[in-house]
């Protein structure tokens, strides 16, 4: 008897094509989400299909066959989510496609995030990074914090720590004390120490109302500066200011003395 081969058919496309034609489709849908950004924005009604959905998404799976008031409702509110936002994942959900631009990528990464579905984060994180520019870095550099993306934020770090204008902007006194803190953390820097010690407190002091204030914020990132990298003269003056704890400038006049005498040897 002849040997019977065994072969394997696929047909991926297809499959995409024919889950795709349930977009929309009302006939066979079992829930309805109305998507609202907040009460004064319109909400928007998106039918799906339970199963499909689940599928993609563990927390919209729990909302859906857990053990939530979800599970047998008809209708299912989502709120705080751009209603375009959502039909993009939905789009993905059915399509395998997602159309992101520099106007809808932070409402889709958001979505993304909230609701799990990995692909639409990474689509939507790559395009970030593609995108990065000078004129967006502090924005960018936020959302990278926000999202704990790490690539975003070196990215964004090297931007405005090789550009001067940044550096002197509105948007750079702007940002958050978290975003200072990881600015600290980057060896990107080309400036010397002085002049990167002069940048963090002239942000201190924009963000403060008081001189207590400035030093609280000050704090978390003082302690990622480079002080041995200080000139002597400038360690000498922050002695007398009162800007810096006083162990942090004598930990580095004692590396620089040490420096001296052992060069000396």
């Known amino acids: 008897a002849p ?9 991926p496309e297809e499959v995409v094509q024919r889950l795709g034609r349930l977009y929309g489709d009302e006939r ?47 209708e299912v509110k989502i709120w705080d989510v751009e209603p375009a936002a959502f039909e993009v994942l939905l789009r993905l959900i059915y399509t395998g496609v997602a159309d992101i631009s520099p106007e809808n990528v932070l409402s889709i990464l958001d979505v993304a995030v909230r609701f799990d579905v990995s692909p639409l984060v990474h689509f939507a994180v790559q395009f970030l990074q593609n995108h990065a ?5 502090c924005r960018m550099l936020e959302i990278g914090i926000q999202y704990q993306l790490s690539k975003l934020v ?9 550009d001067d204008h940044i550096l002197e902007s509105e948007d750079f006194n702007n940002l958050s004390q978290a975003a200072m803190i990881e600015l600290a953390k980057h060896d990107a820097w080309n ?16 963000n403060s ?14 302690e990622q500066l480079r002080f041995p990298h200080m000139s002597t003269e400038k360690l000498k003056k922050l002695s007398l200011n009162g800007d810096v704890p006083a162990e942090l400038l004598f930990e580095a006049l004692f590396w620089k003395l040490s420096s001296e005498a052992a060069e000396r040897l």
């Open 191 to 206: 400036l010397h120490e002085d002049s990167i010690f002069d940048i963090f407190m002239r942000w201190s002091t924009v």
């Open 133 to 137: 520019t000078s004129e967006h870095a």
């Open 28 to 74: 066979h849908a079992d829930v309805t989400f109305i998507v609202q950004l907040n009460e004064e924005s319109p909400r928007q009604h998106f039918v799906a299909h339970r199963s499909l959905v689940s599928a993609w998404s563990e927390p919209l799976d729990s909302m859906l066959q857990g053990h939530f008031a979800e599970r047998h409702a008809a």
């Open 3 to 11: 040997d019977l081969e065994h072969f394997t058919f696929q047909c």
């Open 209 to 222: 109302s008081s001189v207590e204030e400035k030093h609280r914020l000050a704090q978390p990132f003082l």
């Open 154 to 162: 070196d990215k964004c770090i090297e931007l405005i720590v090789t």
